[in-house]
């Protein structure tokens, strides 16, 4: 018996469980394209500790829905969420605000992540923008400070797409963001705005070659690298994504993220106990990504260790009982344990 839960980190592709349950089940089992997701993030603080909780907001529209404190590591989750460009803001006084795009797409995957970069007010910014995460495409805002980097003109029509992304006009923030950069080259927010609209868009090609330019233009940016990964997972390139999540994980070696990616990427490449040591990780680094345990479930079935792939379903429905895949994971779960 065989069947498989393919979990897809970021903004790759839909969550799905499926079967090709040989001998007992000549039905394959299936989880559907889900109506509702999660916009699941992480935050840390540049060149300092982190404090310990920080209140996350979500918007949508203008509009404030929602709000989290993130827990002690700075992991926080938004969950039932439907397809839609939200913002993830944070107004704290001993920071500089953060007000980060997260596009929502289920067609593509139930999860989107973002990675926020807290700076301190009283620290003198006089180095390049802070790090962005162009997979998701979420970016720090801090206009003051692209305003005395880049052309006023160039900042006008960021601003321009920034408020169409809000609005979910993807076309239209596509133009404000190309004009932006036709007026400053350089600018490379602009690059990680635009390939994240058109990654949700499903113009894959487009959407890479904006993150590749953003990782041109800003080496040490980990989640540039870790966002192509992202990409390149996605569209089955997983040598490339192999490389890519590397060399991310060399300027953040601790990020949920990209060791939930390195995991993904190593099963994949059928690199059981490489890819069992990342997804393990990952659970230490962030232990409220449940899914995680979903996509040990694929590594565990793919090389017939049932018991392991039933204890992780178990983990699953105990961390997140009320989750959208809940009913189907029973479902999968009294069928393993029915052929063991």
């Known amino acids: 018996m065989s069947f498989v839960v393919s979990v897809m980190p970021y903004a790759f ?17 299936t989880l559907c394209a889900q109506e509702t997701g999660r916009i699941v993030g992480e935050v840390r603080v ?7 909780r920080i209140l996350v907001e979500l918007q949508f529209r203008g509009a404030p829905i929602a709000s989290r404190y993130t827990d002690e590591q700075g992991n926080f989750e938004f969950d039932s969420l439907v397809d839609d460009a939200y913002r993830v803001v944070i107004r704290d006084e001993h920071y500089y605000p953060v007000d980060e795009l997260a596009v929502l797409n289920t067609a593509i995957s139930t ?3 973002v990675s926020i970069n807290l ?11 802070p790090n962005r995460d162009n997979g998701s495409n979420p970016y ?22 920034l408020d169409s992304d809000r609005k979910g006009k993807r076309d239209e923030g596509i133009r404000h963001y190309e004009k932006a950069l036709s007026l400053a080259p350089d600018f490379y927010p602009a690059h990680n705005n635009l390939g994240s609209d058109y990654l949700a868009k499903r113009d894959f090609k487009s959407a ?15 989640q540039a690298h870790l966002n192509l990964a992202n990409l390149l997972l ?16 060399k300027r953040q070696p601790n990020s949920p993220l990209g060791q939930f990616l390195l995991g993904s990427i190593y099963e994949r490449l059928g690199k059981f106990p490489e890819a069992e040591r990342a997804l393990r990780q990952t659970l230490e680094l962030a232990p409220k990504m449940s899914r995680v345990r979903l996509e040990l479930v694929n590594l565990y079935l793919a090389q017939q260790k049932k018991a392991e792939a039933t204890a992780e379903l178990k983990a699953f429905l105990k961390d997140s009982p009320d ?3 809940a009913p189907k994971v029973k479902e999968a779960l009294n069928k393993l344990e029915a052929s063991r």
């Not at 540049?46 to 310990?52: A, S």
């Open 46 to 52: 540049i060149r300092g500790d982190f404090p310990g």
């Open 208 to 222: 890479q070659d904006q993150f590749e330019q953003a990782i041109k233009l800003n080496q040490s940016d980990a």
């Open 140 to 161: 720090m805002v801090d206009l003051a400070e692209y305003r005395r980097q880049f052309p006023k003109k160039a900042v006008k029509e960021f601003e321009r797409g």
């Open 111 to 113: 999860i989107t992540t």
């Open 323 to 325: 989750d959208p895949l």
């Open 234 to 249: 996605m569209t089955k390139n997983y040598e490339g994504a192999l490389s890519s999540v590397q060399e991310g994980l």
């Open 119 to 129: 700076t301190r007010r009283e620290a003198v910014q006089k180095e390049p923008l």
């Open 13 to 29: 592709r839909k969550l799905i469980l499926y079967g090709a349950v040989s001998l007992l089940f000549s039905i394959p089992l």
